[in-house]
C-alpha cells in the first residue's frame, strides 16, 4: 500500500499538516466503515487515501492493547465488554480522542503488507 504524502518530508512540518488535513477528511466515511466493519467482518472498497487510514486505526489500535499482557492490566475487563463494544471504541472514539495522536507522532509508518482488495 503506498503511504500517501510520503514525499513529504518529516522535518518541515509539512508531513504533519498534510496528514491532518487527509485523516480528518477521512474521519467521517471511516468512522462509518468502522461501524459497518465491526457489524459485517467485511472489508469495504475503499480509496488509498481511506484504505490507508482504515488500515492504519487497525495497526494503532493493535499496537495500543499489546501494551496490556493481560485483561486485569488492561483498560478492558474481558470478558465483561463484547468484543465489537471494544472494536467499535477502539476504532472510531479512541481513534479520534487518542489514537490518530499516536498513530502520527509515536509509531513509525507500517508496514501494510498487500492490499485486501
Do not use: K
Not at 518530508?9 to 480528518?24: D, F, K, S
Not at 467485511?42 to 482504515?54: A, C, G, I, K
Not at 488500515?55 to 465483561?80: E, G, N
Not at 463494544?85 to 508496514?111: C, I, K, N, T
Amino acid at each position: 500500500m503506498a503511504v500517501p504524502f510520503a514525499d513529504y518530508p518529516r522535518e518541515t512540518g509539512h508531513y504533519e499538516v498534510a496528514w491532518e488535513e487527509m485523516e480528518q477528511a477521512c474521519r467521517p466515511t471511516l468512522d462509518a466503515e468502522a461501524q459497518t466493519w465491526v457489524l459485517s467482518r467485511h472489508w469495504p472498497q475503499l480509496t488509498p487515501q481511506h484504505e490507508y487510514f482504515f488500515w492504519l486505526r487497525f495497526i494503532t489500535s493493535m499496537r495500543f492493547l499489546r501494551q496490556f499482557p493481560t485483561s486485569s492490566s488492561s483498560i478492558f475487563q474481558f470478558p465483561a465488554l463484547p468484543l465489537d463494544e471494544v472494536l467499535q471504541w477502539m476504532l472510531s472514539p479512541w481513534w479520534s480522542l487518542l489514537g490518530r495522536h499516536e498513530a502520527l507522532f509515536h509509531v513509525e509508518e507500517p508496514d501494510f503488507g498487500p492490499s485486501l482488495n
